[in-house]
């Protein structure tokens, strides 16, 4: 299935429920898991009542092969993590998924947004480390 394709057939599914959504995005904008075929084994399509084409993750399976054997580099497990916490509710340690970079840093802030149903856009800027913090009140 090309990307493009499964992407949007994604995001079909996911709409209407935030967790979905926010898993959805920040598995598309890490563009490693959609195209790995290991993950494909995990996706079900179908159509919606309206005839769309959707494609469905099983979460709950996918949740249980990622404690079994599911390999990846350790941003794509954190990403992955990250999705299986927002969408399944997948208990995850923080401080186990930290040490992504800037990119990665910004799309899990951003699904964590969508999950609590924000739609506004967030920008995500990091700050200056040789700068004094700003106290925020």
């Avoid at 794509?76 to 930290?98: F, H």
Wanted: no cysteine; net charge negative; proline share 5%.
């Amino acid at each position: 299935m090309n990307n493009p394709r499964l992407h949007q057939e994604l995001r079909n599914w996911a709409k209407g429920y935030s967790p979905d959504v926010a898993a959805v995005e920040l598995l598309i904008s890490h563009d490693v898991w959609t195209r790995r075929e290991d993950f494909h084994r995990y996706l079900w399509t179908s159509y919606d009542a309206d005839g769309r084409p959707i494609t469905a993750i099983d979460w709950e399976s996918l949740s249980e092969v990622r404690t079994s054997g599911l390999i990846g580099s350790s941003s794509e497990m954190a990403i992955l993590d990250i999705a299986l916490s927002l969408a399944a509710g997948k208990p995850i340690s923080l401080a186990e998924v930290l040490g992504l970079d800037a990119t990665n840093t910004a799309a899990v802030a951003t699904a964590v947004v969508r999950a609590a149903q924000h739609t506004d856009t967030v920008t995500v800027t990091l700050a200056d480390p040789d700068q004094p913090p700003i106290a925020l009140r």
